[in-house]
């Protein structure tokens, strides 16, 4: 399969790209219902450490995984080299999801900002309402204007992508930083201890761990922007990919605690953007909050940006490999770009503007629980090409052995249940159900018009050319069941 996007990644690019796919306007716009969901400063304090414990696993399969297949497509070809054109597929499409609807989530927080930034634009040219979410004619022009601005730069290349996120994180995280230091410089323990904050209470911990999965994710973008990396950034992939999980990660919890210790926790909820109303408080000038406001605003396009690439990146893969229909893998012309691919995934947000907020946190849960899926399969495929692929070179492997193996075992077990069993602290609700059913039923239509006529040992050789050599014997076709 070949590359796309002309001018290659830089190891930085693979940081910002990683980074400006995570950090975004969470950091700003969810710190009251992160705390509200967790309890208390100190359950979430808990709840980001255990997402690092869990998560760390997952992290250091990809650092495996990386290096020993850099091809296009990401988890689409750790999957199938483990578990054939199902399990490439399912993983695959799972991706898809995930940073599809991150793109449409952010799209509708991206308009939330302008709310706060412009009042006037939640109030003017009322079209309906969507429950007690107006839907508005300046703010379904303005998401539409975005997304179709962020899909302009995604044909333009992975170059001028990564250009864009590296503008977005060095901002993001100058402004982070200096809003940091001035809370924590009138941080007081009094506030942070108010309400029960230092009352422990594990469920609240797990229920926020759910949507800490939505918030966190991000750092796999950069196994899907290592195809188009050269050189040095090729080889430093896993590195890039650990940096963006614990940097952002950390500036995520920080920016929560510095809230919690200027303002009580259980007042948070009250504020659209709590961090920036503290700094408010503290500075006394007004304009910070509109300051902030705007670089989240700049980190909601670098979302857009990162997870619009990663989704695009991952349906051309599945389309090149001919797990879904192979019309999908045309190039741009001009830009060698995919283009039907970014069209594809960019057709979700149309419908997003149309909705209100109606799905604002049912989003959150439903790509949670297909960044599980991808993450699960992917540490999965890693543990089993160690035994049926025991030849392929392993420049780098996986941390912590055996104990890295054992623990990642039980994250995909406890990540699975808190989503999906009904008693769970974090399980889903019977319209993220509903939504988690319908995509799924998209993907299952899309794998049926997907090229049958390819034997196994062809697809194969699309995915990975040379690099994997097919045991004798191995002479049907994983899906199909077709002799070859």
């Not at 650990?242 to 940097?247: A, D, G």
């Not at 210790?261 to 909050?289: C, K, Q, S, Y």
Request: proline share 4%.
């Amino acid at each position: 399969m070949e590359k796309t996007g002309g001018k290659s990644i830089s190891f930085f690019g693979l940081v910002a790209m990683g980074i400006g796919c995570m950090l975004g306007t969470s950091w700003l716009l969810l710190t009251g219902t992160w705390l509200e969901t967790a309890g208390g400063p100190l359950n979430l304090a808990v709840a980001f450490a255990l997402c690092i414990v869990i998560e760390l696993p997952f992290a250091f399969a990809y650092m495996e995984a990386i290096p020993m297949l850099p091809l296009p497509g990401g988890e689409v070809v750790y999957s199938y080299a483990a578990f054939g054109s199902r399990g490439g597929f399912a993983v695959g499409w799972a991706g898809i999801l995930m940073n599809t609807i991150v793109f449409c989530w952010v799209d509708l927080a991206a308009i939330s900002l302008l709310d706060e930034l412009f009042p006037v634009l939640k109030r003017t040219g009322v079209l309906y309402r969507v429950g007690d979410f107006p839907v508005t004619l300046p703010n379904v022009i303005i998401q539409l204007a975005l997304a179709g601005a962020i899909l302009y730069i995604q044909l333009r290349g992975a170059n001028v992508c990564a250009s864009l996120a590296k503008i977005a994180t060095v901002v993001l995280l100058s402004m982070c930083l200096v809003g940091l230091v001035i809370c924590f410089a009138h941080f007081d323990p009094a506030v942070y201890a108010s309400d029960g904050g230092l009352e422990f209470d594990f469920g609240g911990s797990a229920s926020l761990l759910s949507l800490l999965v939505f918030s966190v994710a991000g750092w796999e973008t950069v196994s899907k922007a290592a195809a188009d990396a050269t050189g040095p950034a090729a080889r430093k992939a896993g590195a890039a990919l650990i940096t963006c999980l614990l940097l952002v990660t950390g500036i995520l919890c920080l920016v929560s605690t510095a809230v919690a210790g200027n303002l009580p926790w259980r007042e948070t909820m009250g504020h659209t953007a709590a961090f920036a109303d503290v700094l408010v408080g503290i500075t006394g000038i007004p304009a910070v909050r509109i300051l902030f406001l705007i670089t989240a605003f700049v980190g909601a396009v670098g979302v857009m940006n990162s997870t619009l690439y990663s989704s695009a990146r991952m349906l051309y893969g599945l389309s090149c490999f001919a797990l879904v229909s192979r019309k999908f893998s045309v190039l741009h012309p001009q830009y060698a770009t995919p283009a039907r691919c970014v069209y594809f995934t960019a057709a979700f947000v149309v419908l997003t503007p149309f909705t209100g907020k109606l799905f604002f946190l049912p989003f959150i849960n439903v790509a949670s629980l297909t960044t599980i899926v991808m993450w699960v399969m992917s540490f999965a495929a890693v543990l089993r090409l160690r035994k049926t692929r025991p030849d392929l070179e392993r420049p780098v492997r996986m941390p912590g052995g055996r104990l890295t193996v054992a623990f990642g075992t039980i994250a995909s077990v406890f990540l699975a249940g808190n989503i999906l069993l009904p008693m769970s602290p974090g399980a889903l609700g019977g319209l993220e159900y509903l939504l988690s059913a319908l995509l799924a039923a998209l993907g299952m239509v899309l794998y049926r018009l997907r090229d049958r006529s390819l034997s196994a040992a062809e697809r194969e050789a699309l995915i990975f050319g040379g690099r994997l050599s097919r045991t004798k014997g191995e002479t049907q076709d994983e899906t199909d069941g077709t002799a070859v």
